[in-house]
């Protein structure tokens, strides 16, 4: 079964850390994502751009509405993600419990709705 | 014809029924189906053909053949899974069934299915009432004075959540058991809790709920003999528990534990909580803080009077708890202790000074503890005014009836 693994954190903060904690966290996602890939858990993954660098679309009455910025202000924000195959939640939870970003920040684990599923 | 009530087998066996038919069907709702599917066959049967030896048993083997029905009739599953689980039900074996061990297992993963930190705390309350213990979804809703749609809603979501995120129906591994089983144990402590002394509404107990947690508490410990956590909160819960027809008089006022008649306390209720608090406090590691409360419980059941009570050892007892675990209820209660001690100044400068450091602004026990120890350094209106805002912030009736009766003793 697969789940998105969507890893939220604080930008400002994370942007603020010096540059040898931030090289640190950059090697520790370097060895998770080895070890998940092969565990053969791992589907995908991205880092995301921060959300300044978002753009929002909308279709109203068949108009299409461009605006900058996140859909919606948050403390935390969202900042990449994983997909996963796990054989259950409690697997799942366990490999976004060794995410190094949900040390300072947070993961929320959301299970994929596959097609044709009730 | 056996004289037992069918209604009183089915209260008895549905946990357990359950629990086997949901590792047979493989999802939790099918399971109750499957279940309430043979409880309607045994209806219709067991009053002419009489109650069978093995209750259980019949109930699992009518409900998967059931299952088994129900699943081929579905259309919306896939086909091959359908299949598949049609197949894999018709070769398990019912024999095995009766395999006490085998159900032993099946039961705890059904508890540590409904209590699943992944299911917000009220799905675990009312999943652990509905499935483990055989409640009906209206006897729980009056319980927690929801509505039985909301509460039926309530159940709804938390099945969909097991199926749809997978929480799996299985006892946790080594590395996740000790904090997995804590979370049952919370589940089972707020059920008491709940029962003991509610959150809101007139009655100051709803015996039902205790009633049932002890129930939880003897299963969970005949399923983890071992666990000093688990035979601390039983001995915490039986202790407490062994107090209540002294609680409270018939009109549902409130009697504290200074004044209560202890001849009407329940002694052997006692002599139980007491044999396993020594068990859990014997075992090696730092001690359950359930364990810890548990012991505090028993030196005030077996005082022969308020006076006569081991308040130091008591208030040694709390001041280990607030490091386990500490929280300003429990500095209160150190606090109150210290009081029988070292005198009620001393513990009204521990108060003040929790007050100051902590928020407790909305709890109506710091007001009146100060209150109470006010009085007895006859700064009476300084107690008046502690107990009018106790009065404002308590959300029991009894408990405020109780407030303005002090009150009123100090003109």
Known sequence: ?118 | MRSINIEDVFRAEAGRALATLIRLVGDFEYAEDALQDAFAAALAQWPVEGIPHNARAWLVEVGRRKAIDRIRRQTSWQHKQRELLTEAMIEAQAAEDADEQIVADDMLRLIFTCCHPALNVEAQVALTLRAVCGLANGEIARAFLVGEETMAQRLVRAKAKIRAARIPYETPDAAMLDERVDGVLATIYLVFTEGYAPTAGGELMREDLSREAIRLGRLLLQLMPQRASVQGLLALMLLHDARRNARATPEGEIIRLEDQDRSLWNRVQIAEGAALVEQALQSPGAPSPYAVQAAIAALHAQADSWIETDWRQIAGLYDVLLRLQPSPVIALNHAAAISMVDGPQAALNLVDSLAAREKLSGYHLLPAVRADLLVKLKRNDEAKAAYREAIALAKLAPERRWLEKRLKVLG
């Open chain 1, 1 to 118: 079964m697969q789940y998105l693994l969507l890893i939220y954190s604080n930008e400002a903060e994370y942007a603020a850390r010096p540059q040898a904690e931030v090289a640190a966290t950059m090697s520790e996602y370097g060895q998770f994502t080895q070890s998940i890939i092969q565990n053969g858990n791992y589907k995908g993954g991205e880092r995301l751009r921060p959300v300044a660098m978002a753009t929002t679309v909308r279709v109203r009455n068949g108009k299409t509405l461009t605006t900058d910025g996140p859909f919606a202000e948050t403390r935390e924000q969202l900042g990449g993600y994983y997909l996963i195959d796990a054989k259950n939640l409690d697997e799942a939870t366990a490999i976004a419990a060794r995410i190094p970003g949900a040390r300072h920040g947070c993961v929320e684990v959301r299970p994929v709705w596959a097609m044709g599923e009730a």
